[in-house]
């Protein structure tokens, strides 16, 4: 473990233990580059704390006096029933940042000693929370942002503390259904060939800005197929680090995020072109893993036998913001969107 890593992960774990002093701190768990041992001097630490329920403002300001912290936006009720209902990022000011300002250096109301100060950024969630969001995902098989996130935490996180119940709850994530799988790749897909087709006119138009916009939400895509047909959580909209992720994926393209990094790369349609290969190969790996998953996407392909969509800018503007659109109505009107 390098030194970056090291001597947070130490502090990570005395933080922990100032929560686990409270009765109705459940579990907490490390995420993020500090958690993976890959950290740098420029990391900060992911933490996210599971309560019995929700902390009341003087359970708050006991922990971070314990902790040795601040807290960066005030202590206050949190909203109660939605995941990551209780962000509450803190500072330790006896540790200085080694990028001074980069937490908060905008908000002037926050003054020098938080600027300077290291960030730990934190998620409260109580159990409540986290046994709804597991049967929406497990049961009901929603696709939400909020609860994959929080799922993606419990599933592939450190435990600092409260290991047997994360075990638990791991037990239960681990057996991710087919449904679910099938529900989120439909998702990523919808999203995935829409984009691919405004990509195409900011490739030929060469306009860079926009197309590392377009590029870059197709590969998100193809990362959440992915993540869903290896079973695992998350929602991939920062997915910082997942070269080291990838390696260890059971199924996967070959040199995915090499190919991936390559859509950025000039002459743009070519590198478009790539991309769309990866994103065809990452459905056709997924059709192939997935029962039921073909009919699914059947509502995207143009031919009969022509694979995933053969995509041309003359050919699909119809038909396919067309099967766009319904489907977005359709996830709209379950309240999956």
């Not at 419990?154 to 075990?167: H, N, S």
Request: aromatic fraction near 10%; hydrophobic fraction near 45%.
């Amino acid at each position: 473990m390098n030194h970056a890593s090291q001597w947070r992960l130490e502090n990570a774990r005395a933080i922990a233990e100032a929560f686990a002093a409270e009765a109705e701190v459940e579990a907490v768990v490390l995420i993020g580059a500090v958690a993976d041992e890959m950290a740098d001097d420029y990391s900060e630490t992911h933490m996210h704390v599971f309560w019995a329920k929700l902390p009341s403002v003087e359970q708050q300001q006991r922990v971070l006096d314990r902790a040795g912290g601040l807290s960066f936006y005030g202590v206050g009720e949190f909203e109660k029933g939605v995941p990551a209902e209780g962000y509450a990022p803190f500072v330790l000011p006896a540790i200085a940042s080694i990028t001074e300002g980069t937490s908060g250096y905008w908000l002037d109301d926050r003054g020098k000693e938080k600027n300077r100060a290291y960030l730990v950024e934190l998620e409260n969630d109580s159990l409540e929370t986290v046994e709804l969001s597991m049967r929406q995902a497990l049961l009901e098989h929603r696709v939400k942002r909020a609860n994959f996130d929080m799922l993606g935490t419990i599933q592939q996180g450190r435990p600092l503390y409260g290991e047997a119940l994360i075990k638990q709850w791991r037990q239960r994530l681990n057996d991710y259904p087919d449904e679910l799988k099938r529900a989120m790749i439909e998702y990523a897909t919808a999203e995935m060939w829409q984009q691919i087709r405004y990509a195409k006119v900011l490739a030929v138009r060469e306009d860079v800005v926009d197309y590392f916009r377009s590029a870059t939400i197709i590969a998100h895509n193809v990362l959440k197929v992915l993540f869903a047909v290896n079973g695992l959580f998350g929602w991939q909209e920062t997915p910082k680090r997942y070269a080291n992720r990838l390696k260890h994926f059971v199924i996967r393209p070959d040199e995915c995020y090499g190919r991936i990094g390559r859509a950025f790369e000039p002459p743009l349609q070519q590198s478009l072109e790539d991309l769309i290969g990866l994103a065809r190969e990452t459905i056709d790996l997924a059709i192939a893993n997935v029962a039921g998953l073909e009919e699914v996407l059947g509502k995207y392909m143009l031919e009969p036998g022509d694979g995933l969509v053969r995509l041309s800018l003359e050919s699909t503007t119809v038909i396919l913001l067309a099967n766009m659109w319904m489907h977005d109505a359709q996830w709209e009107a379950e309240g999956t969107l």
